[in-house]
């Protein structure tokens, strides 16, 4: 009966320690991938945004804004055109510069307010670094989307303000949007035709 509680040893077996190969990056894509979004989606967008911003800034600027876009979008509920819109519409007549400051004080490329850039903890001085920029436009997008009770357009009308102004401005959004789009279109058939060009213009 004693043998019955007996404890029974088991062959000795080495520990196996396994390590992840997977990267933060890795991580991500697979989380966006979980979610049915399209990473080729998103980056098909770049080609579009980067012609866009090269209308109004140098080549090297435009490609580095894109990017941007892309990035900073990442694990967001917002695509690259989102902000590239916002973008071209706020600063665009200025270049897409890092040091536009609009007559009531909006700062950088994406125009945050200093109030707004301190309150994603940024610095007003931070708006000229473009991916600060970058990334306090995107916290305060979905700011004004959570306000906006995830109306994608609301929210973007309300980044501008309020009244008569911030209609107009969800116009030229609106705008600006359906030209990527239409050129987004000619580029997918182009490249569904085996335009092997249309990534590198």
């Known amino acids: 009966m004693a043998c019955e509680n007996a404890t029974v040893k088991k062959p000795h077996s080495p520990t196996v320690v396994e390590f992840s190969m997977e990267t933060a990056l890795d991580k991500e894509i697979n989380a966006l991938l979980e979610k049915g979004v399209s990473l080729n989606e998103r980056k098909s967008q770049i080609p579009i945004i980067e012609k866009t911003f090269n209308r109004h800034t140098t080549p090297e600027r435009a490609r580095h804004l894109a990017a941007l876009c892309y990035t900073k979008t990442l694990g967001t509920t917002f695509l690259p055109l989102d902000l590239a819109e916002i973008a071209i519409v706020e600063t665009g ?109």
């Open 93 to 201: 007549g200025h270049r897409l510069s890092p040091t536009a400051v609009s007559p009531r004080g909006a700062l950088g490329v994406w125009q945050l307010m200093p109030k707004r850039a301190r309150s994603h903890g940024y610095r007003p001085s931070d708006m000229e670094n473009d991916e600060k920029c970058a990334e306090a436009a995107v916290r305060e997008l979905q700011t004004k989307l959570r306000i906006a009770k995830g109306n994608i357009q609301k929210a973007k009308k309300l980044y501008c303000g309020q009244g008569p102004q911030a209609n107009y401005y969800l116009v030229k959004l609106q705008r600006v949007r359906k030209q990527m789009l239409t050129e987004l279109k000619e580029q997918n058939e182009r490249f569904a035709m085996g335009d092997a060009e249309t990534w590198t213009q």
